[in-house]
């Protein structure tokens, strides 16, 4: 029996499984229309709403200016959810952004077109592709949280398109297996060279190699717990990591654990000839025991990788180069992501996806073959 079709002009409604609710969608004076709800009913009652208001939202929120629904967004939607305090600060960056340029304008008149003119002004103002993206990422969820409370009628931004002209960040270097078992050599003899080792072994963030703790290290098994973040340009320890699924176990190679050991005698050494050190808790530190600059880390990798002649890369690159290598024998995205401390695939699928072969065995190989 053919499906019944709804009457012309009611619009149509239809399931969202990977949402779990309903989309509407109707035109109205040649717009088309789009609202949401939590089932089928819901979806036409929305849209029901909309043909009896010509297409306009609930007269108690055609007020609503784009600085009030960010707000609204940030305190009711994102204040709830389990974030970085690193996230929430580019959220606030972008949100400072948006405010500027289009803050004043009422919601429910924002066009596609006024959320492009303000990408192209603040291309033109210097922001680069990656800022682009957090940009209108940032305003497109707090847009969205606006529709599923019906405050709005669509989601503007998700239509928004990035200036073809705004700068495109310089790709990751990923260091070739000959190049990383090199710059591993060098990195033996180096003063805390085990933790730039650990980024290109373990995949591990800079930040997260430098708050180790000696109580984090185990004979078998290192626990990233806590994070080295700037904080108005000084180093401090954070137990607050990027993500999740940032706080792991990671089991320890033999040469690693004991490269640990290696490494704990030689800090000892150190902190009997110092006059005073600031943090014994600390497995990297300064000469004097503090908390780790990360631009000294990036001085230091840059000179060792010169004295390896392999190509200068930056901290968070030796990480990169780690998933890199993992792909490249194989490894399956869903162990890398768990090894780098991802909540999901979506990163190294993205990342790493002209890396990957058919899958083998996740014992990785490059680290010790010749």
């Not at 040649?30 to 939202?57: E, F, M, N, P, W």
């Not at 803050?103 to 429910?108: D, E, L, P, Q």
């Not at 890199?324 to 991802?342: K, M, Q, R, Y």
Request: include cysteine; charged fraction near 30%.
């Amino acid at each position: 029996m053919a499906k019944k079709r709804a009457p012309r002009g009611t619009g149509t409604v239809y399931e969202r499984p990977d949402r779990g609710d309903w989309t509407g969608q109707i035109a109205i004076d040649g717009h088309r229309r789009t609202v949401y709800g939590k089932d089928k009913t819901a979806a036409r009652a929305a849209i029901s709403a909309l043909l009896k208001s010509d297409g306009q939202t609930d007269q108690k929120t055609t007020g609503l200016t784009v600085t009030k629904v960010i707000d609204e967004w940030f305190e009711r939607d994102l204040a709830g959810r389990d974030r970085a305090p690193q996230t929430v600060e580019l959220h606030r960056w972008a949100a400072d952004r948006i405010k500027v340029s289009i803050g004043k304008r009422k919601a429910a008149t924002l066009t596609v077109r006024h959320v492009d003119d303000m990408l192209d002004q603040l291309t033109a103002d210097g922001l680069s592709r990656s800022s682009m993206l957090k940009l209108r990422g940032t305003l497109s969820q707090a847009l969205q949280f606006a529709v599923k409370r019906g405050d709005l009628p669509r989601n503007v931004a998700k239509d928004a398109t990035i200036p073809p002209s705004a700068t495109r960040t310089a790709e990751r270097t990923s260091l070739s297996p000959t190049e990383a078992r090199t710059l591993l050599g060098v990195l033996r003899g180096e003063r805390n060279g085990l933790m730039l080792a650990l980024s290109l072994r373990l995949g591990l963030r800079p930040g997260e190699a430098a708050g180790l703790f000696w109580d984090d290290v185990g004979d078998d098994a290192v626990n990233v717990t806590r994070g080295v973040r700037m904080v108005k340009n000084r180093a401090t320890l954070s137990d607050d990591l990027k993500t999740a699924a940032a706080k792991r176990t990671i089991a320890l190679q033999p040469d690693l654990a004991v490269w640990f050991d290696d490494h704990r005698k030689a800090q000892r050494v150190e902190r009997m000839a110092a006059t005073s050190w600031v943090d014994d808790r600390l497995v990297f530190t300064s000469p004097t025991g503090n908390v780790l600059s990360p631009p000294n880390v990036r001085k230091q990798l840059a000179e060792v990788c010169r004295r390896a002649e392999v190509p200068v890369i930056k901290p968070n690159e030796l990480r990169h180069s780690c998933a890199s290598l993992l792909s490249d024998e194989g490894v399956p995205n869903e162990l890398i992501a768990d090894l780098l401390g991802h909540t999901t695939t979506r990163m190294v699928d993205e990342t790493y996806r002209h890396r990957l072969r058919p899958v083998v065995s996740i014992p990785s190989t490059w680290a010790t073959s010749g």
